[in-house]
């Protein structure tokens, strides 16, 4: 694990959480491509145990997913983050923690959830994945996003070389991308079985490419955008994946 790297990252996402607002936070779960997804998963996770969200930030999907009637709880390495959301919301249930080193009994949670955590991490996924699978009961839920190497990625990196540009880098912050075949692999690694992983939010790869494709708002995606995103969805949906959904299982024949 490149330790230096590891830490300017979470020091990055300090500063992100820091600068960001609570109610755009809690909008964008509200915009058709954040429910589009949680209609998906959320018919898999029970109602009846305590579900994690690991590396909630705001605490966006925590409150969201109580109003839908789910017991969740959050955690976040970012003690700043979740005092600005208890500050905004006392009922929520949040606390300070390592996605690595998760301060729950094993076995104790019926669901983990992880939107857009795991590709931070320049070690990779299967050490938060394996904390993941400890602290699930059998049959326990995980869901998780990441993004996906799509052809829009493909096409600024050629659009930069032909203009001579410099890849960009960046050592201070890391982020990576997963094809669907890595990203399974790894679940199937830290001892879970794969029940769906589908290609989500392809309006919002559209809205990578500015222009048309960009509506006034906090990262909204335009008309057009929508329903060229729902014809690639439905034509040639990994191309034009922007964030993977895998669901999947704690296999109950699973040993570490």
Request: net charge neutral.
């Amino acid at each position: 694990m490149d330790d230096s790297l590891y830490q300017s990252t979470r020091r990055a996402w300090q500063d992100i959480w820091d600068e960001a607002a609570i109610e755009q936070e809690r909008a964008s779960v509200m915009n058709p491509r954040a429910q589009a997804y949680f209609d998906i998963f959320t018919c898999y996770l029970p109602r009846d145990a305590v579900i994690l969200e690991a590396g909630c930030g705001l605490g966006a999907a925590v409150m969201h997913l109580r109003m839908r009637g789910f017991d969740v709880i959050g955690l976040d390495y970012v003690d700043a983050a979740l005092r600005r959301a208890r500050a905004d919301d006392p009922t929520l249930w949040l606390q300070a923690g390592d996605v690595h080193a998760l301060p729950y009994a094993a076995g104790s949670l019926a669901g983990y959830l992880s939107f857009g955590v795991l590709e931070h991490f320049a070690h990779g996924p299967l050490p938060a994945l394996r904390e993941a699978n400890r602290v699930l009961r059998m049959g326990g839920v995980l869901v998780l996003t990441v993004p996906y190497p799509n052809v829009v990625q493909r096409l600024v990196r050629l659009r930069r070389r032909l203009r001579g540009q410099v890849e960009r880098t960046d050592e201070d912050f890391y982020e990576t991308t997963y094809t669907r075949r890595q990203l399974e692999a790894s679940a199937r690694q830290a001892g879970f079985r794969v029940a769906l992983s589908c290609p989500t939010s392809h309006s919002f790869t559209l809205w990578g490419l500015g222009g048309p494709f960009r509506a006034p708002g906090y990262y909204q995606t335009s008309v057009l955008a929508e329903a060229l995103g729902r014809v690639l969805g439905v034509v040639i949906p990994w191309a034009f994946n922007f964030s993977t959904l895998l669901i999947a299982h704690k296999a109950v024949d699973w040993q570490p």
